[in-house]
């Protein structure tokens, strides 16, 4: 007897439809797995054996083989569980298995449901592969149910769920939805002077462009760091999805929650892995790099961090995206994101300081900026300064803008990059190829003059001269101003030259 079911697998941070085929002969007893099944789908047998028998059903005494479709697809995880379960209930004549479902789950031994990550990447393939009816733990019910025009069906139970395939029981409601608390944000109002800095990140938020602070300890880059999360732009659907994706891929989605609209901020440690920032490792996860999909990596103390791993920065930072190879597969993940990073002018951080004499020699100096390369520096776009308050700025009671009023203008900016790059698969000022630079960055005569100056007198490399024009654009663009004019050019230009102190 053969039956075949349908489920769904996670290659990457999409989902893949997979046929599981069982069949039945009247042979020896025996339970085998066929298809590229990785160790936790090879395990199923033990924990559907068990899942089976003990949810009151008959686990039948016979030559069982498994076949998992497409072949050449590596299958992971324990989300196949319940297809197989299914499966051979319906091979073993002891239910009647509708065949245009697809079904998702892993089993505990005693027959419950257990909820799996990657959830929506493969409810939006099985609508992609026109599958109408999906069936899966209730406690997934809720982020699949983000998928339109898939019917959503929760259960807790093997038993559970063959009694609402059968018809004897209704399916249980789907738990709504819970919007993440909003996490309390820094507020720009609260960082005193640093009005250099806080424009800085004002642009580089409304282009999406990546920074490197430089300044001594105690001057505030991580605070302001802190802050930019309050001023990034509104998220656009599209983009709320395929983050959303990428955190369900990466099993950190909080049960019953929805579509994450706010950017995400990663802040990792610098003592982590090149693996935990791009990705990879046994089961492959995306790494950090990915998770600041559409949002914001911050590297606190760059130079602290391991320089290999500073150095798979540069496949993420070009392309968007990263790959990873494991075995004979290969997974890449989307990772388009702005740096933003800090650190001392040298490891005692009192380099530039009027006041404090540095202690470092130039070798020690030297080697502390050295950890972060050349290909590295030449993919920042603005290098700030941020010095060590006066007293007179310490002392001052005023306050500065709030981050509500630079968020309206970054979201007016991003407004108008959407606009412009409407025909484009792109979001911001950053993203622009060569031949975009070249079509929406046109400066006049005057502007060009102060580009050639620059050019020799900084010795910009050609990404570095690109860069420039990118946030230049950017600054037009916050001032809604069609042209990009010298000032913005100046201004962009000044953003370099904190690099060449
Ligand atoms: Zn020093």
Request: aromatic share 6%; proline share 7%; charged share 25%.
């Amino acid at each position: 007897m053969l039956a075949r079911v349908r489920g769904c697998t996670i290659f990457g941070v999409e989902g893949k439809m997979v046929d599981v085929e069982v069949y039945l002969s009247s042979q020896l007893p025996s339970f085998d797995i066929v298809g590229l099944p990785d160790a936790a789908v090879r395990e199923a047998r033990d924990r559907v054996r068990a899942a089976v028998k003990n949810s009151s059903f008959h686990f039948p005494p016979q030559r069982i083989i498994v076949n998992l479709a497409p072949a050449d697809l590596k299958k992971e995880g324990p989300q196949l569980d319940l297809a197989l379960a299914l499966g051979i209930l319906f091979a073993s004549k002891q239910l009647e298995v509708p065949t245009d479902w697809v079904y998702l789950g892993e089993l505990a031994l005693d027959g419950t449901l257990r909820p799996v990550r990657g959830v929506l990447p493969m409810v939006m393939a099985a609508r992609e592969a026109g599958c109408r009816n999906l069936l899966l733990p209730l406690a997934n019910a809720a982020e699949a149910a983000l998928v339109k025009g898939v019917r959503i069906v929760g259960a807790e139970s093997l038993e559970q769920a063959v009694a609402i395939l059968s018809g004897r029981q209704i399916p249980p409601p789907i738990p709504a939805y819970k919007q993440p608390n909003s996490i309390k944000q820094d507020d720009f109002q609260v960082v005193k002077g640093q009005e250099n800095a806080k424009r800085a990140l004002e642009v580089a938020a409304a282009g999406g462009h990546n920074v490197l602070m430089t300044g001594p300890p105690g001057s505030g880059k991580t605070m302001l760091a802190r802050c930019v999360p309050s001023i990034l732009p509104p998220m656009s659907e599209e983009e709320s999805l395929e983050t959303t994706k990428i955190y369900s891929a990466a099993g950190l989605l909080p049960e019953n929650s929805g579509l994450i609209t706010k950017r995400p901020f990663r802040s990792p440690h610098h003592t982590l892995t090149p693996t935990a920032l791009c990705g990879g490792g046994h089961n492959p996860r995306p790494g950090e790099v990915s998770l600041a999909h559409n949002g914001v990596l911050f590297l606190d103390e760059m130079p602290e961090f391991r320089r290999e791993t500073l150095e798979v920065l540069r496949q993420p930072l070009e392309e968007g995206t990263v790959t990873v190879t494991r075995l004979q597969s290969s997974y890449t993940y989307p990772s388009r994101f702005m740096l933003l990073a800090s650190m001392n002018p040298c490891p005692c951080g009192m380099l530039f300081d009027p006041e404090v004499e540095c202690v470092c020699t130039q070798r020690q100096i030297h080697n502390y900026r050295h950890k972060i390369s050349g290909p590295l520096l030449d993919r920042i776009d603005i290098f700030v300064e941020v010095a060590r308050l006066r007293y007179d700025e310490v002392a001052g009671t005023g306050r500065g803008e709030s981050s509500a009023e630079i968020a309206a203008r970054v979201a007016a900016a991003r407004a108008r990059q959407l606009k412009r790059f409407a025909k484009h698969s792109l979001t911001c000022n950053a993203q622009m190829s060569g031949q975009q630079i070249q079509s929406y960055c046109k400066p006049d005569a005057a502007g060009r003059d102060l580009l050639r100056n620059a050019f020799t007198r900084l010795r910009l490399t050609a990404r570095a001269y690109d860069r420039i024009l990118k946030v230049a654009r950017t600054i037009a663009d916050l001032e809604a101003e069609k042209n990009i004019l010298p000032k913005h050019l100046a201004e962009a230009i000044s953003y370099r030259q904190a690099l060449h102190y």
